[in-house]
């Protein structure tokens, strides 16, 4: 796609985000089906539920932008998602498995953090206020699962991962 403009950039980046959202979507059932501790898996769980409302938010802002809600290959959300999946395939305890799974699942959120952050910013330069506001809410949405789970690592998974093996 050849850009020339700070809108075709933000079109750019949606599409990636929207590639992203869908590959989330694919892997994090299963993120959970894998987890043994149930507090991790109940949350992702929730977050799959918050990711296809993203997927959502997201047509609607192509939508309000005339365009057709296409995704553009997110290559980054491939690896970290590989990345994940690499892990869960090596031979851990299941409290270690726990702890690699929110490493992986946090890798996700943050790129998303960065992804949603730059695109609302932009949005908002643009004075597409309305489409701002939805990715504020998908921006808050993907913080607030990061801070649920640094909460579950640092109140159980990672205590019991300490204790694997020993």
């Not at 929207?18 to 949350?43: D, F, M, T, V």
């Not at 702890?99 to 004075?127: C, D, F």
Request: a negative charge.
């Amino acid at each position: 796609m050849h850009m020339e403009s700070l809108h075709d950039l933000f079109v750019n980046e949606l599409r990636d985000l929207y590639n992203a959202e869908n590959q989330i979507l694919k892997a994090l059932p299963k993120l959970a089906k894998s987890c043994s501790s149930e507090e991790l898996r109940q949350a992702l769980e929730e977050h799959l539920e918050q990711t296809r409302g993203h997927v959502e938010r997201l047509e609607q802002i192509f939508d309000k932008l005339g365009l057709k809600a296409r995704g553009k290959k997110c290559e980054a959300m491939e690896g970290i998602i590989e990345e994940g999946k690499d892990l869960m395939d090596e031979d851990l305890e299941e409290a270690v498995l726990d702890a690699a799974i929110i490493e992986s699942a946090q890798k996700v959120e943050h790129y998303e953090m960065a992804g949603y952050g730059t695109v609302r910013t932009w949005a908002e330069r643009l004075g597409c206020h309305e489409e701002a506001e939805l990715l504020q809410q998908t921006l808050d949405e993907e913080k607030e699962a990061d801070d649920k789970l640094t909460q579950i690592a640092e109140s159980a998974v990672n205590l019991q991962a300490m204790g694997a093996g020993r």
